[in-house]
Structure formats: structure tokens, C-alpha cells
């Protein structure tokens, strides 16, 4: 099946800092991909769509300028949390479509960060 | 807006015991349902889907849904589960629209003990 990767797996950092989180579609290329976050013990909530070349589109309620998305290439999308704050801790997790469609997303291993 | 309610957080089953897990959904409209899962240390994976036609959809390993749309409901059921079922099971809505966004509900533990 379709791999997924995220990298890296967990990261703590310092508040005020800047983290990215990479997601690469191994063996597929990848029109679109999904960035999505989890707390403990909640769901997954979409965070913002991105389409390879184009602006991500984002989900009511998240920061653009704070959760900034690149997907420049059609296996790497880059989500970078700026500026971290112990609120931003969270789970990451990110999707791939070849397709173009959620339908048939394909989900990376997530990231767990932490900002102390 | 759209969501999801799965009333059971966590179930504890044997061996060879039926399961059900329940999903109801909140949307007006034309939706398309899903039943994820994770098992232990792996992704989230497409366990499977609805769309249209039959109500009673067969995925992967012998689970299956049903859309009950007076119900709202897209309950997950196996009738015999085995300990390599223990995962973490998600349900999730989509309006069958153009717009992309899977709303996912907060997961169901599922421990079969040996």
C-alpha cells in the first residue's frame, strides 16, 4: 500500500521557537495533502488542505501565519508551527492523496510535539 | 457542521465475541461514511467506506458497516474477533460534496483479550 512518512517522530522544543514537521509520500505522488492535529483523548481535526504548487487552504479557527504550509514538491509538504507556545503541544499527523481527494488519503505516523 | 459521536470509548471483548461499535452522525445532507483503523504503533488506515448503493458495506479482515440513514447511525460490527483486532477504531463523516473535509469521531479502544 501507500507509505506515508512524517519526520521527525517527536520533538520537544522551547517556547518561542520555530519546529518543522516534514510528510513525504514514499512511493506515490502526492496532489494533495492533509495536516491534521490531535489532542489527547479528542479526534482529529483538520487543520488545512494543501495542494502541491498552490496556497494551503485552512480550516476556520487555525492560524496561517502561525502554521505555516508548503507543499512545493508533489512528495513533501512541510508544516512549520512558528513562534511555539506549550499550547501548540499536540499530536501531527498529515495525509497524502495521489488523487486529489480525501477520500483516499493515506496517513502519515503522526508527530508528537511538545513545547515546554 | 458536521460531526460524529462514538458512545463507546473503550471495550474490553474475548475472543471469538461478536463486536458492535457505534457511530452516529450529525449532517443534513449526503454524506459518505468511514470506518478507520489504527492498530498498535501503525498509521491510521482505511478499514472501510460508504458512498452510495448497498447499506451494508464489507472492508478488510471481515468487518462491516451498516448506514442506517434514519438512523444516522454507521455502526462497525464483526461477528468473531480475534486479539490481532485490538486497534483503536475511528469513525468519520463526509458531506459528499466538493468540499474536503473528513470530520473523525474521538475513537473507540478495542482489547480482545486472548
Known amino acids: 500500500g501507500a507509505v506515508v512518512s512524517q519526520h521527525p517522530s517527536w520533538v520537544i522544543c522551547k517556547s518561542g521557537t520555530s519546529v518543522k514537521i516534514e510528510c513525504r509520500s514514499l512511493?506515490?505522488?502526492?496532489?494533495?495533502m492533509f495536516w491534521y492535529r490531535q489532542f489527547p483523548k479528542q479526534s482529529l481535526m483538520l487543520m488545512a488542505t494543501?495542494?502541491?504548487?498552490?496556497?494551503?487552504?485552512?480550516e476556520q479557527g487555525v492560524e496561517k501565519d502561525k502554521f505555516l504550509i508548503n507543499h512545493a514538491s508533489l512528495t513533501l509538504s512541510t508544516l512549520t508551527v512558528t513562534s511555539a507556545h506549550p499550547e501548540d503541544s499536540s499530536f501531527y499527523i498529515c495525509?497524502?492523496?495521489?488523487?486529489?481527494?480525501?477520500?483516499?488519503?493515506?496517513f502519515g505516523p503522526g508527530t508528537r510535539l511538545t513545547v515546554l | 457542521a458536521q460531526s460524529v459521536s462514538q458512545h463507546n470509548h473503550h471495550v474490553i471483548l474475548s475472543e471469538a465475541a461478536s463486536l458492535e461499535l457505534g457511530c452516529n452522525y450529525s449532517?443534513?445532507?449526503?454524506?459518505?461514511l468511514f470506518w478507520y483503523v489504527q492498530y498498535p504503533g501503525q498509521h491510521l488506515q482505511l478499514l472501510l467506506k460508504?458512498?452510495?448503493?448497498?447499506?451494508l458495506v464489507k472492508g478488510i479482515k471481515g468487518f462491516e458497516a451498516e448506514f442506517i440513514k434514519s438512523k444516522f447511525s454507521f455502526n462497525l460490527r464483526k461477528p468473531s474477533v480475534q486479539w490481532s483486532d485490538t486497534a483503536e477504531y475511528f469513525c468519520?463523516?463526509?458531506?459528499?460534496?466538493?468540499?474536503?473535509?473528513?470530520?473523525f469521531g474521538t475513537g473507540t479502544k478495542l482489547q480482545v483479550i486472548p
Open positions: 512511493d506515490f505522488q502526492a496532489t494533495t
Open positions: 494543501s495542494n502541491e504548487g498552490s496556497k494551503a487552504t485552512y
Open positions: 468519520a463523516v463526509k458531506n459528499s460534496g466538493g468540499y474536503q473535509k473528513v470530520t
Open positions: 449532517y443534513g445532507g449526503t454524506v459518505n
Open positions: 495525509s497524502a492523496s495521489s488523487s486529489g481527494r480525501v477520500e483516499t488519503q493515506y
Open positions: 460508504y458512498f452510495s448503493g448497498d447499506p
